[in-house]
């Protein structure tokens, strides 16, 4: 299949075990994050996002924290599943621009 | 539910010539964006449009045009399509609160 992304970051996880998947980002004026998925040769899926005056925030088994001092943002998922292998990147919106950064990637591998 | 459509999502070209590539949202949102996605680069922005006939140049315009006639509508032509233009082509909408949604994508091979 398509890859995404050559030499992207791997993280392998046991199925059934939580995944932490980390994103530095690089505007501390940046107030809004998203996280997305994306599977092999379809387009990026909007999975959570979180603006600056939170620190976390939470939906179906997946939870996004934000970090403000150290500017990094984690996405976790609880008990990883097949169907969560994909690429996951974040992307910040760039103050005043209309427009986002992305992040570079890291491939999720779930293991049987 | 948004969604974002583009009209194919496999195109095979030859070199010189014109393509459109066409991207529509249902949601009524006033920015929408067209990027490249290429192995190792990542996400690149080639343009955006905040509002009907607004368009900007994003990083990497060069070889390509937009347009925007209504608001749900923005197509991305390449004048004269190059075997470096081989690419994932990824429009994207935006919400009033800045959530971005992607389209499908569509695979261009210039040939």
């Known amino acids: 299949g398509e890859s995404v992304g050559l030499h992207l970051p791997t993280l392998s996880v046991q199925e059934g075990d939580n995944s932490i998947i980390n994103c530095a980002y690089s505007?501390?004026?940046?107030?809004?994050f998203i996280w997305y998925k994306q599977e092999s040769g379809k387009g990026p899926q909007f999975i959570i996002d979180?603006?600056?005056?939170?620190d976390k925030r939470q939906g179906q088994r997946v939870t996004v924290l934000l970090n403000k001092t150290v500017k990094h943002l984690s996405l976790q998922i609880a008990a990883t599943q097949p169907g969560d292998s994909a690429v996951y990147f974040c992307?910040?919106?760039?103050?005043?621009?209309?427009?986002?950064?992305f992040g570079t990637g890291t491939r999720l591998k779930v293991l049987a | 539910d948004v969604k974002v459509t583009q009209s194919s999502r496999y195109l095979v070209k030859r070199t010189g010539e014109k393509v459109f590539l066409e991207c529509v949202q249902d949601?009524?949102?006033?920015?929408m964006f067209w990027y490249r996605q290429d192995p190792g680069l990542g996400l690149r922005l080639i343009y955006f449009?905040?509002?009907?006939?607004?368009?900007e140049k994003g990083d990497i315009p060069e070889g390509y045009s937009v347009s925007r006639e209504k608001k749900e509508r923005f197509s991305l032509i390449l004048e004269s399509a190059s075997t470096n233009q081989t690419s994932m082509y990824l429009c994207?909408?935006?919400?009033?609160?800045?959530?971005?949604?992607f389209g499908p994508g569509t695979r261009l091979t210039v040939t």
């Open positions: 992307a910040e919106e760039d103050p005043g621009t209309y427009k986002y950064i």
């Open positions: 505007n501390s004026a940046s107030d809004y």
């Open positions: 979180i603006r600056s005056n939170m």
């Open positions: 949601m009524d949102h006033e920015n």
């Open positions: 449009s905040y509002d009907v006939k607004m368009k």
């Open positions: 994207a909408s935006v919400t009033s609160g800045y959530e971005q949604y």
